[in-house]
């Protein structure tokens, strides 16, 4: 198997560019994040007071040109997914009465109608040519002659309708109004792709990649475009492409890495790098080009160049140029929301003070022993200790003395020790989409101290009395043990395995530490491209920057620069600076990372030495965030920032105090447009040299007090703010150890979201507890996390002081069939299961893929609709599906006779293609579990009552070991049976890579273990005698064991053990039957249409029967995170499926594939008919710890082995240019108000 390249430069040239390049060695410092904006042609006007005529707007005009922009922006964020064309351009043209020329309209108004063409079949949208909308383009070049815009968007539409020398003439254009801008010079490479018949244009395309690499030295994608492109010309120099190549040898480490966590061979890479030199070095200039292209695929697909790709080359190029202002100078926005008085606090009244607390460096608020309150944890340089209000003072829960010296402390359930008896808050009756909260099971949160003297694990253990607890010193490696003087230090679940790793910065270095799930840690540092030179960090803000829904981590230096620490996947990191752009705000040492004026994306903010600072961003697509805008709130120095809604008027105040200073806290209220500059001191009575601050809900009446340290001691103010805000706090518990374990059980690193209409406001979840102010809106309309590993879960119209308990759902299995029953269209089964991309069993460990099935289709189940037989296949789950042939066998047989397919999940050799015949099934006499109990008529009929052999819960897919015994009976001397056939009817509960992944981390977990098969010898001691037998690939499926020499004496008992989370619903068995007579027939495949249509209901069964679902009832939400890349274009796509030829159809969540077959003629009189679906196809997990998993790149090509060129050829670009066109919206995922969970 292997990649594709998505649309490369062309190779074969004849000229050669014009123009060499010096190239030097990529280093991980010269990584910067572009904009990806064109700055030299739609930065808005600096805001003013008055129209360039001198024209004063009236507060009307304000109020309209404020609100329809914010609409517009809104809306063009959406316009793919909803279609909001029509209302854009209608908003555009009310702003343009009053700013008439404004170029947020102009270029906003061309941007609505490129988008417009990529959405032509959905209703409401302006019927549109590519045509109609290059001569709109047309007016706005001549309005705007010095833009290169439009001319970009021109070449985009070309691109799109396939018109190559439209779009060559249109990048030509750009370049000229854009010389520096990498962007152009990238569309003008690209263009040479549809003329690669003209050696002059092909040339020109050569020295344009080149142009762009200039202007974009670290991205690897170009790198690996250009090194065959360089190699192919007519007369290449030696040393330009010898040059290329040494650009990429930063990137051979970690694709060695990435080869030997797949178990291939980690100098693969090295032998291609090499031989493609001495290639050069001899001017073998065809096998040069043919190693430089192959040396691009086995890198294109790795996270990094991913990144760079979406940078040069996005999905969704006109979303890049939105103007997000007006250029005109008008007055700033009037700010929206409650208007509230300042914040006002006093002395609580409830709670004691507490005496000060000698060397306190640390302060921070949990309920550390599960009873629903709030303690306090005191952090002294070398004591951690716990403490609780009790009978009108403070009593200790518990403490620890260490070796220290230490500053911080980290809290949170590391060890995911459920506790049965914890007190669980109570949370909404009635039938919703999540567990009861009173059945969620709680554990308890753990501790790291941190500080000059090194990291010390602490384990909270709950004694015998259960009142009691004391804190245990969990042993890590030499390597840890040994760390000393960590700056910074944050828990977040980088490897998304379920736990929680950690991240310390130290004085020149950052380091990675990854939870093997015993609490231990081991460094996974070497995976990362950190800066060679000194990194000074000073704090580390986790959180899901760019949207992709890997966690990065946003820090800030000690000299006051911003960056980002850019998860690539796989517990590998890059640290990205962030751009001259966010300069404007003052140098910071803490950063915050949250969303200040509800638009979805997140913001930063700043404080340092020279002021508080506010950095906005805007993400026009997943994996991109601009800087929208960077500012100073004001000028008194910063050592703490806290973001946090205090007068719950639903927007993000700031709150920050100096150490250095006099400790005042200041506060910076929130608006709709973000903490306004100019600063209010908070008045705090009896508190002086303020050193800490935490915000709780101290008095539970709905709005967030304060805990103080200062020169007095401890103190507590009571927030006593009038407002008219109602609130919502938020406590989370994913399911512990025995459950699921798919996220840490606070849910740190979540994004919790609170959608009002259409305003939404986020926050990422860091803490037990999370507070939102809601303003007026007494009850939201829904509450949606998106746990860590990128699945999300709804509430529809939330109450207040929410328990939110993680549900199990099935993220990803395979797609489904639904099939025509004569009435309906009823759910079937899921198929795909034998062919996984990228799945891992434990890092490293690759599952196989067996692109090929044979399903049955009983007669019953598939009935002719008008005249055709039609089978709908969906992709529901957070996955994709490519297809290569689809086809229907109908199988007719005598009425007497049943037919079954082998549908098991192994090699081919394990499960070749049979019809099997069944003409008298035969009963085990006994079926028991592992515990002696009968369970024969679990499995004596397939009526969907499931014997489940697993008593304890599900870890998601794996459970505790366990079996089916079956005793066949007595078939006499064991050598008289010469074919015995069990048939075993069931379905497997997938276990998630990332489960698997974890799982495998800790040593003292068992390995997976599939479906063997034990008999007993002649003493009656059992025997393995397969250790691998199959198991039944998904829901509802069939697997056939040919047990004709499988029994070692005349015993016929066997065991299928396994530690698979497996349900069985019927077995029986044949015995020397020979093989009935069968009419195999191919069903012509007529029509096949690919379309959306949404996701189908899911309903739970009883009687441990697999989930199933409604066809009928369909949510049309973007449930999922989309992935990267071209899928197949909508429409007739039956070219498509008739062959095996890699030629794929590639299709997403959501999607719906429509087959329809004419039945041949009906079988003869006294015979009955059954139908084999043959699929040759793969599916592709989004799990995090999927190989490649959000992208639908590198599409599996099985002839590259006959055909070396294969996936480069021409007739392959010329099939991807064709049929894989279709992009998705990803940021609607986040922009688009859900409807349902999945």
Not at 326 to 344: C, D, H, M, V, W
Not at 1092 to 1110: E, M
Request: net charge negative; proline share 8%.
């Amino acid at each position: 198997m292997a990649g594709v390249p998505e649309r490369s430069m062309p190779r074969h040239t004849t000229k050669r560019p014009t123009e060499d390049s010096s190239w030097k060695y990529i280093t991980a410092a010269t990584l910067v994040a572009l904009a990806g904006v064109i700055y030299w042609a739609c930065q808005p006007a600096p805001p003013g007071a008055l129209l360039g005529s001198g024209k004063v707007l009236t507060a009307e005009q304000q109020e309209l040109v404020f609100s329809r922009r914010n609409q517009v922006l809104g809306q063009l964020d959406n316009a793919l997914s909803e279609a909001q064309i029509q209302p854009v351009l209608d908003q555009l043209e009310e702003i343009g009465h009053v700013l008439p020329g404004d170029r947020f309209v102009t270029q906003n108004r061309a941007i609505a109608l490129v988008l417009a063409l990529q959405v032509q079949d959905k209703a409401g949208v302006p019927k549109l040519t590519p045509d109609d909308v290059l001569a709109e383009l047309e007016t706005i070049k001549k309005a705007d002659p010095k833009s290169a815009i439009p001319w970009l968007l021109a070449a985009q539409v070309a691109e799109k309708n396939s018109q190559g020398e439209q779009m060559l003439a249109e990048a030509r254009q750009a370049v000229k109004l854009a010389p520096k801008e990498p962007l152009a010079w990238f569309a003008l490479a690209k263009a040479g792709e549809f003329l690669a018949g003209d050696p002059e244009v092909v040339a020109e395309a050569t020295a344009a990649l080149q142009k762009a690499l200039s202007f974009d030295p670290t991205n690897t994608h170009i790198l690996r475009l250009l090194a065959p492109a360089l190699a192919g010309q007519q007369q290449p120099e030696v040393e330009g492409v010898l040059n290329t190549l040494r650009s990429q040898t930063a990137l051979l480490d970690l694709v060695r890495r990435d080869a030997a966590a797949q178990n291939k061979d980690p100098q693969e890479i090295d032998r291609y790098f090499q031989q493609a030199i001495d290639a050069a070095q001899e001017k073998d200039w065809d096998r040069c080009t043919g190693l430089c292209t192959r040396i691009g695929n086995l890198i294109k697909s790795q996270g990094w160049v991913q990144s760079d790709r979406q940078r040069i080359d996005p999905d969704q190029l006109a979303l890049r140029f939105v103007a997000t202002d007006f250029s005109t100078r008008i007055a700033p926005a009037k700010s929206e929301g409650i208007s509230s008085p300042p914040l006002q606090f006093t002395p609580a009244s409830d709670l004691p003070p507490l005496d000060p607390v000698a060397g306190l460096v640390d302060l921070q608020i949990a309920d550390a022993d599960d009873d629903g309150n709030l303690d306090l944890v005191l952090l002294t340089s070398n004591t951690l200790r716990v403490v609780t209000p009790r009978d009108g003072g403070w009593v200790t829960l518990f403490s620890h003395s260490g070796t220290g010296p230490w500053q911080q402390v980290l809290i949170a359930d590391l060890d995911r020790d459920e506790n049965k008896n914890a007190k669980k808050p109570l949370g909404p009756d009635g039938s919703t989409p999540l567990t009861d909260p009173r059945t969620c099971d709680t554990a308890d949160v753990d501790f790291i101290a941190w500080g000059p003297g090194g990291l010390e694990v602490l384990r909270n253990e709950l004694q015998d009395p259960p009142t009691s607890r004391q804190l245990q010193v969990i042993e890590q490696s030499p390597t840890f043990a040994e760390q000393r003087d960590p700056r910074a230090a944050t828990l977040v679940d980088f490897d998304h395995d379920g736990d929680l790793d950690l991240v310390v910065a130290f004085e020149k270095q950052v380091r990675f530490w990854r939870n093997r799930g015993d609490q231990t840690f081991e460094e996974v540092t070497d995976r990362s491209q950190v800066p060679a030179e000194d990194l000074s960090i000073a704090s580390l803000t986790p959180g899901p920057w760019n949207h992709d829904c890997f966690i990065d981590i946003v820090a800030t230096t000690v000299d006051g620069r911003l960056g980002v620490f850019e998860n690539l996947g796989h517990s590998a990191f890059r640290w990205v600076p962030l751009g001259a752009e966010a300069k404007s705000a003052p140098a910071g040492r803490k950063v915050v990372l949250f969303d200040a004026d509800g638009n979805a994306d997140w913001d930063l903010a700043t404080a340092g030495p020279q002021g508080i600072g506010l950095v906005k961003t805007r993400a026009p697509e997943v994996g991109l965030v601009q800087i929208a805008s960077a500012q100073s709130l004001g000028k008194l120095p910063g050592t703490h920032l806290i973001a946090a809604d205090f007068n719950n008027d639903s927007w993000m105040d700031l709150l920050a105090w100096s150490v250095t200073a006099d400790g005042t806290p200041q506060i910076f209220p929130g608006t709709a447009s973000g903490p306004q500059p100019g600063e209010t001191a908070v008045e705090l009575t009896g508190s002086t040299a303020i050193s800490l601050m935490v915000p709780a809900d101290l008095d539970r009446d709905g709005d967030l007090d304060l805990v103080v340290a200062g020169k007095e001691g401890v103190r507590f103010f009571s927030n006593v703010t009038p407002n008219e805000g109602h609130w919502l706090d938020l406590r989370l518990r994913a399911q512990p150890d025995d459950k699921v374990a798919r996220v840490n059980h606070l849910g740190i690193g979540s994004v919790a979201e609170i959608w009002m209409g259409d305003q939404v406001r986020r926050q990422i979840v860091s803490q037990q507890f999370t507070h939102f102010g809601l303003g007026k809106v007494s009850q939201p309309d829904l509450l949606r996390l998106v746990w860590t590993n990128c699945v999300p879960q709804s509430l529809l119209q939330p109450a207040s002081d929410q328990v939110l308990c993680q549900v199990q759902v099935q993220t990803t299995s395979c797609p489904f069939l639904f099939t025509w029953t004569g009435e309906r269209f009823e759910f079937l089964y899921d198929f795909l299961w034998g062919a996984p991309i990228g799945l891992q069993f434990a890092e490293g460990v690759l599952a196989p893929a067996r692109p090929w099935e044979y399903l049955h289709i009983p007669g019953d189940r598939l009935q002719p609709r008008d005249g055709r037989l039609v089978l709908q296949m969906t992709e529901e789950l957070q996955e994709a599906t490519y297809l290569d042939q689809v086809e229907l066998l109908a199988i007719d047989h005598p009425a007497e006779v049943e037919v079954f397919s082998n549908e098991k999940v192994g090699p081919p050799d394990l499960a070749p293609y049979e019809v099997h015949t069944v003409r008298q099934r035969r009963a085990p006499v006994a079926a028991r579990d592992q515990h002696g109990r009968d369970v024969l008529d679990e499995v004596a009929l397939a009526d969907g009552r499931f014997f489940r052999g697993f008593d304890a819960p599900a870890r998601t897919g794996r459970v505790e070991s366990h079996f089916l015994e079956l005793d066949l009976g007595d078939l006499g001397p064991a050598e008289q049976a010469e074919r015995i056939l069990l048939v075993l009817s069931g379905y497997i509960f997938p276990t998630p890579t990332s489960v698997s992944v974890g799982l495998a981390q800790d040593p003292a977990n068992p390995p997976g273990q599939p479906p063997a098969l034990w008999v007993p010898d002649a003493q009656g001691e059992w025997r393995e005698v397969r250790p691998f037998c199959g198991f039944p690939g998904g829901k509802n499926k069939t697997i056939v064991l040919d047990l004709s020499d499988a029994f070692l004496a005349r015993d016929y008992r066997l065991r299928i053990v396994t530690n698979f989370e497996i349900c069985w619903d019927e077995a029986f068995f044949t015995l020397d039957e020979t093989p009935a007579e069968i009419r195999q027939t191919p069903v012509e495949l007529t029509r096949a249409d690919l379309h959306f249509r949404g996701f189908s209901r899911r309903v739970t069964n009883p009687h441990n029967a697999p989930d199933a679902y409604l066809y009928d009832q369909v949510d049309t939400s973007t449930l999922w995170l989309p992935m990267q890349g071209a899928f197949t274009r909508y429409g007739d796509v039956r070219p498509l499926l008739t062959t095996e030829d890699d030629h794929l159809l590639v299709f997403g969540f959501g999607d719906e594939l429509t087959l329809e077959f004419t039945p041949p003629p009906p079988p003869p009189a006294g015979w009955k008919r059954d139908y084999i679906l043959h699929n040759v196809g793969w599916d592709k997990d989004c799990d995090p710890n999927v190989r490649q998993c959000a992208t639908v790149d590198p599409l599996p090509f099985r002839n590259l082995a006959n055909d070396p060129e294969g996936s480069d050829s021409d007739s392959y670009r010329a099939y991807l240019r064709t049929w894989q066109t279709r992009t998705l919206p990803r940021m609607d995922f986040w922009r688009r108000k859900p409807t349902g969970t999945p």
